[in-house]
C-alpha cells in the first residue's frame, strides 16, 4: 500500500502563488501516471492537472497556463506549482493515481489552499 502526504497549502491573496508537495511512501512516480485533484465545499473531487509515466502533463482548463506539475522520482514527490491564483482555486488538494486506473491509493488529509480577494 502506497501511503500519501500533502503539504505546501496555506491562505494567500488572489494573484498570488504556493507550490504544493506530495510525497509517496515508497518510489511510485516513475511507475504510475499521477494527478492532482481538489475538493472545494459542496462540491465534488475535480481533477487539476496529471502527469504521465513519459512526463506528458495535462490540466484542466481552469487551471492551464497557471498551474505546473512536475515530480522528483528520486525524492519520491510530485509538485504542484501554482501561479495567478483565484478565489475559485479554493479548496482541499491531493494527490493520488491519474483517472482512468483500476483502483485509487488511500487517499491522504490533503492540504487545504485558500485564497482571499
Known amino acids: 500500500q502506497v501511503q500519501l502526504r500533502e503539504s505546501g497549502g496555506g491562505l494567500v491573496q488572489a494573484g498570488g502563488s504556493l507550490r504544493l508537495s506530495c510525497e509517496a511512501s515508497?518510489?511510485?512516480?516513475?511507475?504510475?501516471?499521477t494527478a492532482w485533484y481538489r475538493q472545494a465545499p459542496g462540491k465534488q473531487r475535480e481533477l487539476v492537472a496529471r502527469v504521465s509515466i513519459d512526463g506528458i502533463t495535462n490540466y484542466a482548463d481552469s487551471v492551464k497556463g497557471r498551474f505546473t506539475i512536475s515530480r522528483d522520482n528520486a525524492k519520491n514527490t510530485m509538485y504542484l506549482q501554482m501561479n495567478s491564483l483565484k478565489p475559485e482555486d479554493t479548496a482541499v488538494y491531493y494527490c493520488?493515481?491519474?483517472?482512468?486506473?483500476?483502483?485509487?491509493?488511500?487517499w491522504g488529509q490533503g492540504t487545504q489552499v485558500t485564497v482571499s480577494s
Open positions: 493520488n493515481k491519474s483517472p482512468g486506473t483500476s483502483y485509487y491509493w488511500a
Open positions: 515508497r518510489s511510485i512516480f516513475s511507475i504510475y501516471a
